[in-house]
């Protein structure tokens, strides 16, 4: 099993699905957890089983927000090992019905909170020789109907992951990214289509050995983001049961 002792992780989407899973998963595994998002109540309920840990809400559009998340992980833990930016939101639309607040909140949640946090986390990460967790999706490295927005976002991230990479190639820092398919999370069971949409086109997203747990996606993150994953950096991880095979 890959451990994660004495480290200090800080786990973005941490009140539901892949960040609630990853900051239990993690906090079993030795870490010390500090998870953000912006439901407390339901952080509340997931950190009850994250033991040693802690959360705050924080609004990860906010850049400002985001500095001060950081700074409050360092001063309730004294460091930052590990930045796993797994919070996300995906709104399937019609490309001409797509306003531009549409447009600027879904790059404002996946693509600008991890570059802000990514930004404010660096010099702690650097210090510890650390290491960045990103959770792009198939739609970073595919396009996906009636998701123009997330597309771009999530090829953004994994775009943002590469160069990070190459910037700090002769540091200790490693930056990875994984793009996971579909998983049993409310943003699936949840998700809701435009009005008389192509469920042809729609299906074309289907892995063919259906849907992941969120835990089995959450054992990826622990592997990059552990001393077993020295060598991996700048790297990307198809997680999709299949879907990119091909």
Not at 179 to 206: H, N, S, Y
Request: hydrophobic share 45%; aromatic share 6%.
């Amino acid at each position: 099993m890959t451990q994660l002792d004495g480290k200090v992780a800080l786990v973005t989407g941490a009140s539901s699905g892949l960040g609630a899973a990853t900051a239990q998963l993690f906090a079993e595994r030795g870490a010390t957890v500090f998870g953000i998002a912006r439901d407390s109540e339901r952080m509340a309920t997931v950190f009850e089983t994250v033991p040693g840990g802690g959360y705050a809400s924080v609004d990860i559009t906010s850049a400002q927000a985001c500095k001060d998340a950081v700074a409050l992980c360092v001063e309730r833990f004294g460091r930052v090992d590990v930045l796993v930016n797994a919070a996300g939101f995906h709104q399937m639309r019609r490309t001409p019905s797509v306003t531009d607040e549409d447009w600027d909140y879904d790059l404002a949640v996946n693509l600008n909170g991890p570059f802000y946090l990514t930004r404010a986390a660096l010099p702690h990460l650097l210090e510890v020789g650390g290491n960045i967790v990103n959770v792009a999706s198939i739609a970073g490295i595919e396009g996906e109907v009636y998701s123009a927005a997330y597309c771009a976002a999530k090829h953004g991230l994994v775009g943002m992951t590469k160069a990070l990479a190459i910037e700090y190639t002769k540091e200790q820092l490693r930056v990875n990214v994984i793009c996971p398919g579909g998983m049993l999370t409310p943003q699936v069971t949840e998700f809701k289509t435009p009005e008389d949409a192509d469920w042809d086109l729609i299906m074309r997203i289907a892995a063919p050995r259906g849907m992941m747990a969120p835990v089995d996606v959450a054992k990826v993150i622990a592997f990059l983001a552990s001393d077993d994953a020295t060598t991996i950096h700048g790297a990307v991880y198809n997680v999709d049961n299949g879907k990119t095979a091909g």
